[in-house]
C-alpha cells in the first residue's frame, strides 16, 4: 500500500481478484462491456456498486470522452446519474480526464481483507445460516432502517448471487432481529456483505459475534481468507473489522460530472 492507501503496482493482481469476487458476491442485473470498462446497472436498487462504470485495465484509454458519453446515455435510460468507480484499476488518463473535466469524487471505500487462519479458533459450527431470502431482507431492512421500498431490489440481488451464500440473522424473542450479515463463499475467499446491527444494539459485541459466526461458517466450507469493503467514513466498522484482523488492501471512489 502506498501512503495515500492505493495499491501499488505489485498488488494488482490481488486488486484484480478482489474485484471480481465482489462482482459476483453483489451482482448488478445488467452488465455491458466497453472494451474493459465494465458498465454495471440495476434499476431495482439504487446501490453505487450496482451502478456504476468500472474500468478494469489501466492501460485501456482508447476514445475516452466517447465512451463516457455513450455510458451516461446507457445510465440516464436506467434513471440514473453517470458514475464511475476509481480503483486502482482505473486508467491514469481516465483519471486525469475526469480532473480537468471538474468530476466530483465522493464516497470513498476501503476493501479489507483477513486470513482466516489467524482469526478463529476451530470450533464447531455455532450458528447455522439461514436459507429464507425473504426472511433476511426483512431483517436487514428492519435492522438497518432502510426504506421497504427496497426489498424487491435487495430480495433479487441476493437470489442472484452465484457462489455458496450464508445468510445470518441474530434475533432475540422479546426484540426481533438484532444483526445480519451475508457471507459469500468464492472458492477460498469468502465475502462479508450487508452487515447490521440493530442500534439498540450496538456496542454490546454483537456485530463482533455475527461476524465471527460468519467467518467460522466459511472456514468450515474451505475459505482461507475473508475480505470486506467499508464506507471510509464508518469509523465503527473499520474499528470492527481492523479488530478482527484485518488490513486494508485498496481504496476505491466515486465519480460524477458536478451535474449529476
Not at 22 to 45: K, N, Q
Not at 127 to 143: E, K, N
Request: with cysteine; aromatic share 8%; charged share 25%.
Amino acid at each position: 500500500m502506498t501512503p495515500s492507501g492505493q495499491a501499488t503496482t505489485s498488488d494488482l493482481p490481488k486488486v484484480r481478484r478482489l474485484e471480481a469476487v465482489g462482482f459476483r458476491a453483489w451482482p448488478a442485473a445488467s452488465v455491458i462491456y466497453d472494451g474493459s470498462w465494465l458498465c454495471r446497472l440495476t434499476a431495482g436498487h439504487p446501490s453505487r456498486r450496482l451502478n456504476s462504470v468500472n474500468p478494469l485495465d489501466p492501460s485501456d484509454t482508447r476514445d475516452i470522452d466517447i465512451r463516457l458519453q455513450k455510458a451516461a446515455k446507457r445510465f440516464a435510460d436506467y434513471g440514473r446519474p453517470l458514475l464511475v468507480r476509481q480503483t486502482p484499476l482505473t486508467p491514469p488518463k481516465l483519471v486525469a480526464f475526469m480532473d480537468e473535466a471538474g468530476w466530483v469524487e465522493d464516497g470513498f471505500t476501503i476493501v479489507m481483507m483477513a486470513d482466516l487462519a489467524t482469526l478463529i479458533r476451530d470450533e464447531g459450527l455455532d450458528h447455522l445460516p439461514s436459507r429464507d431470502v425473504g426472511r433476511f431482507v426483512d431483517a436487514r431492512i428492519r435492522v438497518a432502517g432502510d426504506d421497504p421500498a427496497l426489498k424487491p431490489g435487495l430480495t433479487e440481488i441476493i437470489n442472484a448471487i452465484k457462489p455458496e451464500t450464508g445468510l445470518f440473522i441474530f434475533e432475540e424473542p422479546d426484540f426481533g432481529p438484532t444483526a445480519v450479515t451475508i457471507a459469500v463463499h468464492d472458492n477460498d475467499l469468502v465475502g462479508i456483505l450487508q452487515l447490521g446491527v440493530a442500534e439498540e444494539r450496538r456496542g454490546q459485541g454483537t456485530g463482533t459475534a455475527i461476524l465471527h459466526a460468519s467467518l467460522r461458517w466459511a472456514k468450515l466450507k474451505g475459505a482461507r481468507h475473508a475480505w470486506v469493503q467499508v464506507e471510509a467514513d464508518n469509523a465503527a466498522a473499520i474499528a470492527l473489522y481492523r479488530r478482527t484482523g484485518f488490513h486494508d488492501v485498496y481504496q476505491y471512489s466515486y465519480r460524477g460530472p458536478q451535474a449529476a
